[in-house]
């Protein structure tokens, strides 16, 4: 993922990623000839082959420049492990990636491996886009299922009624627990008491190191250095969560914003703008994006995930580590862990092939080595994972952090496991006049919910026509 959440609008990142109605409709057409074992691959005598005669498998997948690079190494030992076998890898910009995914689909041109979201995986099975991986997972001598992360895994269940359980459609590529960072070279110049680590701080504890830290650094008149530069579409959830707010019920068919606690946490994060002035204003953000000035370490206090530790490492000129979000009334911290998925097409000419390129990319201490050694995702494997986060000597020093959020208190983002995000989108698309201060939270999650439980009731009306139920 790289640093596409930071850099582009999260509403127009969920369009992309999970309207997937157009695409239930798409693939529908698809299928008359892929059932009947038409694929985008197929060859005269049975599968796709390169001119000196090796079987051919596409892997599609979206990453950084480091990613690739790491992927190219994997893949090099994957065609050393099978001399009758070529890979070619197809790689997509982030931004482009679901379009393009879209198009192969309709297009017949399916590829054999490629990444799939959560929020794709029940419209993509239920229209038999997705090769059933249960019966080999289950089989495998190379996946220990208790050495994985048991969130990778669920995130591709779906058993045709609930995502999270039943059948198994993709493995896990990674998972990507989203962390706060804070700027440590920022908060010592400035006096400030480093944060605990184990403890999260309560608002009025992070507010307090905001403003301590924002300030005219160069005399000119203009604040300069901020205490905060949080995008809402990405870090609202953790003081939602936080604060004993959520977006559903139980059950994900109840839309839940309209609750004092979810307010409360929305009002919380607009104020860091409106009222304590801790963080960029409208106008500072068009002179240059908090993305780039947390790079130029103009910021105490931004996220972090696991795709933009190899950039920091590159980019960064100050100290950085990793602290939990600060929490609400609940007093526990809270925020979301992504995650892909690495799927086989039900069209593919070589299920055996691609399902085993599949299980080599997402469960293999190889492939996993050369993906951690690039610092683009922390290891699939929890015991690899475990010494690499014991490893205090490369940043960030405190990546226990990232470990904590899985085991322990991350979750799956709203929309993840509803049949689209078109509800969960819609919170986001007219929420501007509350970060500038000009409509009360409380005014707008009252105003918002009734169309929200519309989208989502559609929602789960399309799943249950696509199903057959």
């Known amino acids: 993922m790289q640093s596409i959440i930071h850099k582009m609008g ?73 001399e009758d076998v070529e890979v070619k890898l197809n790689t997509i910009p982030a931004d482009n990636y679901a379009t ?45 299922l208790d050495n994985m992360w048991e969130y990778g895994f669920d995130s591709f269940r779906y058993d045709g009624e609930t995502q999270g359980a039943g059948s198994i459609y993709a493995l896990p590529k990674d998972v990507g627990p989203f962390a706060l960072g804070y700027n440590k070279t920022m908060l010592e110049k400035a006096g400030v008491p480093l944060p605990d680590k184990d403890k999260p701080m309560t608002w009025d504890e992070f507010i307090k190191a905001a403003q301590a830290v924002t300030k005219d650094t160069d005399g ?28 559903l019920d139980e059950t994900q068919t109840k839309v839940t914003v309209d609750t004092p606690e979810f307010a409360e946490a929305l009002q919380f994060f607009a104020d860091q703008q409106n009222v304590y002035k801790v963080t960029p204003s409208i ?16 910021l105490a206090f931004f996220p972090v995930g696991p795709w933009d530790v190899a950039t920091f490492d590159k980019e960064l000129d100050f100290e950085y580590d990793l ?21 086989v097409s039900a069209s593919t000419e070589y299920p055996d092939l691609a399902t085993e390129l599949a299980e080599y990319l997402s469960a293999s201490e190889e492939g996993q080595k050369a993906l951690v050694d690039a610092h683009v995702q922390i290891p699939n ?61 409380a005014e707008y999650v009252k105003e918002v919910q009734p169309k929200m439980q519309e989208y989502l009731d559609n929602a789960i009306q399309l799943e249950k026509q696509s199903s057959g139920n």
């Open 10 to 82: 999260a509403n127009e990142l969920f369009k992309r990623s999970f309207r997937l109605v157009a695409v239930v409709l798409m693939i529908s057409v698809m299928l008359l000839s892929a059932c009947s074992g038409g694929g985008g691959n197929a060859s005269s005598d049975g599968g796709a082959k390169t001119k000196d005669g090796k079987k051919q498998l596409e892997f599609m997948f979206r990453g950084s420049t480091e990613e690739e690079a790491a992927y190219k190494k994997v893949i090099d030992q994957f065609e050393a492990d099978h």
């Open 100 to 144: 393009k995914l879209k198009a192969a689909i309709t297009g017949k041109k399916i590829p054999d491996v490629f990444y799939i979201a959560p929020g794709e995986v029940r419209a993509y099975a239920n229209s038999k886009v997705l090769l059933d991986l249960t019966e080999h997972v289950e089989n495998s001598d190379a996946i220990n």
């Open 220 to 247: 000119d008149g203009e604040i300069d250095q901020f205490g905060t530069g949080f995008n809402v579409n990405w870090v609202l959830q953790a003081f939602v969560w936080s604060n004993g707010g959520d977006w």
């Open 283 to 298: 106008e500072d953000a068009q002179t240059l994006d908090t993305y780039q000035r947390w790079l130029r370490g103009q």
């Open 323 to 343: 602290i939990p979000y600060p929490a609400g009334k609940t007093g526990e911290p809270a925020t979301w862990i992504g995650t892909l998925g690495i799927a």
């Open 381 to 441: 494997l929890k015991d690899m994972a475990a010494e690499w986060a014991a490893d205090t000597s490369t940043t960030p020093a405190n990546k226990q952090e990232f470990l904590d959020i899985v085991q322990d208190y991350g979750r799956a983002l709203p929309a993840n496991n509803t049949y689209n995000g078109e509800w969960y989108d819609y919170f986001f698309t007219n929420i501007q006049p509350v970060l500038d201060g000009d409509k009360t939270a």
